[in-house]
């Protein structure tokens, strides 16, 4: 799962398995986040959010858990794919009376990244 | 139909230059970005800018400025590059509080 550290976290699945991605958040006043997953050479593109009112969200194959109890995120994969080989990036956005100014700035998780083998 | 492009792709300049990257959204959003990735793949936001607001990374040095000519522009100024300032760069748009759109990135090196 994702950490701060010198190297970014690696996660390796077979194809067909399920794989799932963690990372933990700071900010208790975070109210909306968001999986990204960048694939080599290309920009992070969205893959799910859910906001602070909910504790589960499905999507395509995808599934987001929220846990605010401890701050932490996790994005489940099902049947991972080749296609799927990314890294994966979690997001927290403060809601703008949180945060300064009245405006807010989201901040990004370290990623993850996801090796599915064929 | 691109939604976030930016231009160039790639630019190799050297120590002590200035340049300019360029992004363009044509998605009506009302806010945009400027973001640095590291070699670890890290990132960290460094502006985020509506027709409002600049909010600054305090951590980005002067030496870097957004300049938004209107709503779907946002382009990023460097003055007096710096070896450290090697990494890619990337523009991303939103609509406030919400996800982002990323463009495809430009690869910054300095020699």
């Known amino acids: 799962g994702e950490s701060v550290g010198l190297h970014l976290p690696t996660l390796s699945v077979q194809e067909g398995d399920n794989s799932i991605i963690n990372c933990a958040y700071s900010?208790?006043?975070?109210?909306?986040f968001i999986w990204y997953k960048q694939e080599s050479g290309k920009g992070p593109q969205f893959i799910i959010d859910?906001?602070?009112?909910?504790d589960k969200r499905q999507g395509q194959r995808v599934t987001v858990l929220l846990n605010k109890t401890v701050k932490h995120l996790s994005l489940q994969i099902a049947a991972t794919q080749p296609g799927d080989s990314a890294v994966y990036f979690c997001?927290?956005?403060?809601?703008?009376?949180?945060?300064?100014?009245?405006?807010?700035?989201?901040?990004f998780g370290r990623g993850t990244s996801l090796i599915v083998h064929p | 139909d691109t939604a976030v492009s930016q231009t160039p792709k790639y630019l190799v300049t050297q120590m002590g230059n200035d340049k300019s990257i360029k992004c363009e959204q044509n998605l009506g959003h009302d806010t945009m970005y400027w973001y640095k990735q590291d070699s670890k793949k890290f990132l960290k936001i460094m502006f985020s800018?509506?027709?409002?607001?600049?909010?600054i990374n305090e951590t980005v040095p002067n030496r870097f400025s957004p300049k938004s000519p209107d709503k779907a522009h946002l382009n990023l100024h460097i003055n007096s590059l710096e070896l450290g300032d090697s990494a890619v760069y990337f523009c991303?748009?939103?609509?406030?509080?919400?996800?982002?759109?990323f463009g495809p990135g430009t690869r910054l090196t300095v020699t």
């Open positions: 900010n208790s006043a975070s109210d909306y």
């Open positions: 991303a748009s939103s609509f406030t509080s919400r996800e982002q759109y």
């Open positions: 859910i906001r602070s009112n909910m």
């Open positions: 800018y509506n027709n409002k607001e600049l909010i």
């Open positions: 997001a927290e956005n403060i809601s703008p009376s949180h945060a300064s100014g009245g405006s807010y700035i989201p901040t």
